[in-house]
């Protein structure tokens, strides 16, 4: 890492003990989770199940792994991995030091268990990461392999108390706008090269994004010559998963990622425990935690601070995704706490294949950009329906605690003005197919919020309206703005209190919405003011 991203990152390091640990209410001993945790659910879940492990275990230094910083260990780290996975299961460990390395693989039967003061630093050489057919953004597609993954394993875990960082400052694009004059200038002298306000780390990296017309995955780049030249751009995700069952992550920290942090993809029996993520807050396509098409997981006692939404649930994006057909259902999301992102809870954009049996509770919200966030587009298809949202805290929320938002393109909250959304709001309305995206069946209560911009906006198609949302027992103080509820079916609001100086609610080609028991319609774009 050679640029001024990277001193930044030492403030945000040596603030790291200054966020006091968690309660882990349901915090893992001997490999069991509180079974309270399944207790009233709205919906019937499997437990999840936990990997065990033999109590057989290697050490990376006994296959020549060096902690000094400077000498590489990728292969040193993976033979003990292959090894430990030979003998049947157990675990590998990384003790105290600085160990820097290239890719590590998790074999099936294997924890990779770090000590305290292990720091893992995966190296900023962009070869040292092959290109691989993969899924990102919710597309078949290509990027650099991952500094950690694993692909059809079972049983595995990453568990301890170390540290993983991935190098992310050397990988990724970064916009004036979100750096001072100062650092900006620093930034530039170091090196890379800069195209409409952005900074790229490489020539080869801008014309990656030159490439892409959609999101991040380039397109109209056919050669293995052309891939490699664009290789910079590919810039990985710090830990995927795939098609793998029983999989543990607990105690560790992970940050400063390439592009998305945790992605967990197509896997059964995830449980994501205790886990730290820190991504500065300007980092693109910072996520902290994607999970996509997984089937039975818990999200629980957890710290996430990230540079794009932090706790996401995704199932593919468009044809891929309906083409995958693997819906993310029964997740359990408790007791976690989100220091900044774009979202604090998001469903979405890339929700194609589908999304379902979701209960969150129990969080706390500090600075997100949004609060909860749900988001999609034309084109996606795909059903989200059965969520469930309990007793959520907020503060300082610059736009939306609640946002439904089903004509997002691509752009943070604030990011969009009104006169853009309304512009690509006005096209012509398409019949109902499967690439129309539905949400329903959603129902959040017991939500309070300090300092917000607008309280709510529901934005649905008009072609396929938000349905049977319900909003119970929320308190919403200190809001530039009310609610506006736009291109909706049958929602509900009820002992709903905002404190704003404007309207505190209005409604516009929506139907049957219920404000404390008495139902409005308004199937008009003048919209109409509420008392409530």
């Known amino acids: 890492m050679k640029t001024l991203i990277k001193k930044l990152l030492v403030l945000t390091a040596l603030s790291l003990p200054l966020i006091p640990a968690q309660n882990a209410a349901y915090a893992q001993c001997g ?9 009233n659910l709205p919906f019937d879940m ?3 199940e936990q990997p065990t492990f033999p109590e057989y275990s290697v050490n990376i230094v006994d296959f020549g792994a060096k902690n000094d910083g400077v000498a590489l260990n990728t292969q040193a780290i993976n033979d003990a991995i292959k090894a430990v996975n030979a003998h049947g299961g157990g675990k590998v460990i990384i003790p105290e030091g600085i160990w820097l390395t290239g890719p590590i693989e998790l074999l099936s039967n294997v924890n990779l268990y770090t ?5 893992v630093v995966f190296t900023d050489d962009f070869s040292a990461y092959p290109i691989i057919k993969t899924s990102f953004e919710g597309l078949d597609t290509r990027r650099c392999q991952s500094p950690i993954s694993a692909r059809n394993a079972e049983n595995i875990a990453i568990t301890g108390y170390g540290v993983f960082d991935g190098s992310g400052d050397s990988w990724r694009p970064v916009k004036k706008g979100k750096l001072t004059a100062s ?3 620093a930034l530039v002298k170091s090196g890379g ?9 490489t020539a080869g990296a801008l014309k990656g994004a030159l490439a892409c017309k959609n999101f991040n995955n380039p397109e109209g780049i056919d050669t293995d010559e052309e891939w490699n030249e664009i290789r910079p751009w590919l810039r990985p995700v710090l830990l995927n998963i795939v098609k793998s069952k029983k999989v543990l992550l607990e105690g560790v920290t992970f940050k ?6 945790l992605h967990p993809l197509s896997c059964e029996h995830i449980t994501i425990n205790n886990v730290k993520v820190f991504n500065p807050w300007y980092s693109q396509n910072g996520d902290a935690l994607d999970l996509e098409s997984c089937k039975n997981a818990l999200i629980i006692n957890n710290i996430f601070d990230a540079g794009d939404d932090a706790i996401c649930i995704k199932s593919g994006k468009d044809e891929d995704g309906r083409r995958r057909g693997e819906p993310c259902q029964n997740v359990v999301v408790k007791d976690n706490t989100v220091l900044h992102g774009h979202g604090g809870f998001v469903v979405g954009s890339e929700m194609s294949g589908g999304v379902k049996n979701i209960y969150v509770s129990d969080c706390t919200f ?9 988001k999609s587009t034309r084109g996606r298809g795909g059903v989200v329906e059965g969520i469930y949202i309990h007793n959520i805290h907020m503060i300082d929320i610059p736009h939306e605690p609640l946002l439904f938002d089903l004509f997002y393109g691509g752009k943070a909250a604030g990011e969009e003005t009104e006169t853009e959304l309304a512009g690509r709001m006005k096209a012509n309305i398409p019949p109902v197919t499967v690439e129309t995206p539905a949400f329903r069946d959603i129902h959040i209560s017991h939500v309070i919020c300090k300092g917000a911009g607008r309280a709510m906006f529901f934005n649905g198609l008009p072609e396929m309206p938000i349905n049977n949302v319900s909003v119970k027992n929320v308190v919403i103080s200190d809001a530039k703005e009310g609610i506006v509820i736009s291109q909706t079916k049958g929602v509900i609001l009820e002992n709903v209190r905002i404190e704003t100086e404007g309207d505190v609610l209005q409604i516009k080609n929506a139907e049957d919405v219920k404000v404390n028991g008495k139902t409005y319609e308004n199937k008009t774009s ?4 509420i008392k409530m």
């Open 366 to 374: 500090l600075g997100t950009d949004v609060g909860l966030r749900f």
């Open 193 to 201: 090269v800069v195209d409409k306000s952005i900074w790229y780390p």
């Open 256 to 261: 400063n990622s390439p592009s998305w942090c």
């Open 46 to 48: 499997p437990q999840v």
């Open 183 to 185: 650092q900006w200038e």
């Open 526 to 529: 003048k919209g109409q003011s």
């Open 31 to 39: 490999n069991h989770i509180d079974n309270s945790i399944y207790e």
């Open 115 to 119: 000590e305290k003061n292990a720091l």
